[in-house]
């Protein structure tokens, strides 16, 4: 069966010193890359996955309830927007990047498109057009659009796992119900490959 990699999010805005930082991210970013080196033949395909906002609504708010509105982050054009350079490593096989949210919130990468020979592309039919049958999953955050993407994974008919040592989470309750649902929804969770 034909594997891929999907990375997610891992932007400066997620990472320390980013709008809405999730703790570890800057040594996730790290992680990700040193796993890419190490196993990039191991996969058909990888692909990386972005916030990448316009004007996304209610998803900003100057008084966020950090549940369905959030800070000002990953704005097209801002160094927040960017991927940390940690991921350097992982970004020089990533094959596409999707990104999602232009103008709404998109938590999942599936949401996301990519510039495809002239037309946008989604992820779901970019991954079915390379037959691939069966998806890693790693980024941040575990409890926000790592989880999103993997239940949209496992909607697709994918096989899923979740490598849990190269994500990380907002909250250690949020990310432990995470876990919970993605496993229960049919997720694989194993440390890394």
């Known amino acids: 069966m034909s594997r891929a990699l999907i990375i997610v999010d891992v932007q400066h805005d997620f990472c320390e010193g980013g709008s809405l930082a999730v703790p570890g991210g800057v040594e996730v970013a790290t992680l990700i890359s040193e796993h890419v080196e190490r196993h990039a033949r191991d996969y058909a395909a990888v692909v990386a996955t972005a916030d990448w906002h316009i004007d996304p609504g209610d998803h900003w708010s100057e008084d966020p309830d950090y549940r369905d509105s959030w800070p000002v982050h990953c704005k097209v054009g801002t160094q927040g927007a960017d991927f940390r350079p940690e991921l350097a490593g992982a970004l020089e096989h990533v094959q596409e990047v999707f990104r999602k949210g232009e103008r709404e919130a998109a938590y999942s990468g599936f949401e996301g498109w990519a510039e495809v020979h002239g037309r946008r592309t989604g ?28 239940l949209d994974a496992l909607a697709a ?20 119900q995470a876990l919970e649902a993605m496993q229960a929804a049919g997720a694989q969770l194993q440390s890394s490959r």
Do not use: M, Y
Request: charged share 20%.
């Open 123 to 150: 992820l779901g039919e970019w991954l079915t057009e390379r037959g691939v049958a069966e998806v890693d999953v790693c980024g941040l955050a575990t409890d926000h659009c790592v989880r999103a993407t993997v």
């Open 157 to 176: 008919g994918l096989g899923t796992t979740v490598l849990t040592s190269l994500c990380a989470g907002v909250a250690p309750e949020t990310t432990e």
